[in-house]
């Protein structure tokens, strides 16, 4: 007897070897055309599929699971962080929630270094002067970014992205400093030469760049606060590529207009996809680098989580326990 093959409905469109495996192993329901499901549109997916794969961009919220199907099953979300699914009602309601971790540490790390470069030298600036014919040569005193060798990279979140960051910019001559629930095994403050921080004020305090890359839970919503963003120095940059909710970003934004911090590189926002008028305006006067939540925009990334959510899947439908299981202690 050949056993049914499950409903799986992707809610974007992923790449298309992951693709053209799902519908090899299941009843696949793709979306083409790639137009993000709205609430509507999820809640048929969610009343239909037996396991649903979303993305960052959807919001799999408690009113959602509890009107979902009685077939849906498993939520295997194609991204690391699962801050899009309330973990704790799909629990309740008997589903399995999976995520993708650790395929995309290395590009994330990538990208951070780069818009830490990026800001600092003023990259994104410079490159748009030569496009629109305002550059008359080379001049002793212009356009004069802040060399980084040397200077303190505080890290907020000593994950594996935190950690494949020191790595990073410790070839680049940066001091590398910690804040982290609880401090790194020896072994690795010691390879790192990584200064643990218990006080995430005392370090905001003595940096002079910045990096987040922590998850977002309910406890890390507004992480960096207005308070906590005034102990930053006035010349210091601070660079997000973890979740836009974990920085007040209306206080950024006010002390990057009253010059309160020298700079700033962003690739995630607090209401994306949606980007503030300030912010935008601020980017072209040069004072931020704004980029469109393309941390982990790789071909090999997206194959490598397209793998991982086939191979969830596939074990679930199978009768075990998923690699990536996601518990509400984990988060």
């Not at 040569?137 to 200077?151: D, Q, S």
């Not at 403050?189 to 921080?197: G, H, I, K, S, V």
């Not at 679930?316 to 988060?331: A, C, I, Q, T, W």
Request: hydrophobic content about 45%; proline content about 5%.
């Amino acid at each position: 007897m050949v056993r049914k093959r499950p409903l799986v409905v992707l809610t974007r469109k992923l790449p298309d070897v992951i693709e053209t495996r799902m519908c090899e192993l299941f009843n696949t329901q793709l979306n083409i055309d790639d137009v993000p499901m709205d609430r509507e549109a999820l809640s048929r997916a969610l009343a239909t599929a037996e396991v649903l794969v979303p993305t960052v961009t959807d919001r799999i919220d408690a009113e959602l699971i509890a009107a979902a199907g009685p077939q849906l099953r498993l939520i295997a979300n194609f991204g690391n962080g699962v801050d899009n699914i309330d973990v704790d009602s799909a629990l309740k309601r008997g589903l399995t929630v999976t995520n993708t971790p650790g395929v995309l540490t290395e590009d994330t790390a990538d990208m951070t270094m780069a818009l830490i470069l990026a800001v600092a030298r003023r990259l994104v600036e410079g490159a748009r002067i030569i496009p629109e014919s305002e550059w008359n040569g080379w001049a002793p005193t212009w356009m004069l970014g802040r060399r980084i060798t040397g200077k303190r990279l505080g890290i907020i979140g000593m994950g594996r992205i935190g950690q494949a960051l020191a790595r990073r910019a410790k070839a680049f001559g940066l001091q590398i400093h910690y804040h982290n629930r609880h401090k790194v095994a020896p072994q690795i403050e010691e390879a790192l030469e990584a200064t643990y921080w218990e006080s995430l004020d005392q370090m905001l305090a003595r940096m002079d760049i910045v990096s987040i890359n922590c998850p977002h839970t309910p406890a890390t919503y507004h992480l960096l606060s207005a308070r906590r963003l005034s102990h930053l120095q006035p010349h210091a940059i601070l660079v997000n590529t973890a979740r836009g909710e974990l920085i007040d970003e209306a206080a950024l934004t006010r002390m990057l207009e009253a010059g309160q911090v020298a700079g700033a590189g962003l690739d995630v926002f607090e209401h994306e996809p949606a980007v503030s008028s300030k912010l935008i305006r601020l980017a072209k006067a040069g004072k931020v680098t704004l980029l469109p939540h393309m941390g982990s925009a790789t071909t090999e990334g997206r194959i490598d989580m397209g793998e991982k959510v086939l191979i969830n899947i596939k074990t679930f439908m199978d009768g075990h326990r998923p690699p990536d299981r996601v518990l509400p202690g984990m988060l």
